[in-house]
């Protein structure tokens, strides 16, 4: 896996301490609160668990598969939510948690679908944010770090379905997908 690492952009100190203080910003913004967790398979399930790890908050924990061609604002490939929730959402605090944003469609998507079950209110937190590529003008409450437009890999993000499990986020040798 290693060998296939060009740059290592966020090491694993540099993602936990960042990931420790988002557990605790979140914790002081819904103080007195329960909240519902969705997370967005596949890619934000390391960043939840590690976040989830991080707060004390009475939470529960939800998950959501999304369409993989939703890098689009066609809406005839627009992200399509392929899963349902187990828990209700109607009236309770719901906080949406996904590895990347970065056109946005996708997070724009599933809070619009969340908010039609009349949620008291919906949130998001992003690991990565990629402003430069956004499509809608969408921002997340909280976000990890912004980085440029550079293709990563790591902490749950994939290429080809591998490297999620690297505890780091790193950029590909071009040798890796030439
Ligand atoms: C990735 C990522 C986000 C989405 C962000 O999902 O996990 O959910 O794309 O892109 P957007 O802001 O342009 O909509 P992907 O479909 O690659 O699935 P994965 O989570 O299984 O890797």
Redesign the pocket.
Known sequence: MKDNIEQVLLDKETIQKRVQELGQDIDLYFEGKEIIIIT?????IIFTADLIRNMNIPLRLDCLR??????STNPETA?RILSSLKTEVTGKHVLIV????????????VTQEVLSENPASVHTCVFLD?PD???NG?SANWSGFSIPNEFVVGY???YAGKF?QLPYVGTLKPSVYK
């Open positions: 967005l398979l596949d890619g934000a999304v369409s993989s061609y939703g890098n992200p996904d590895d990347i944003l970065d056109t946005g469609n996708t997070l724009q998507s990629k590529r956004r499509e969408f749950g993000l994939d999620r």
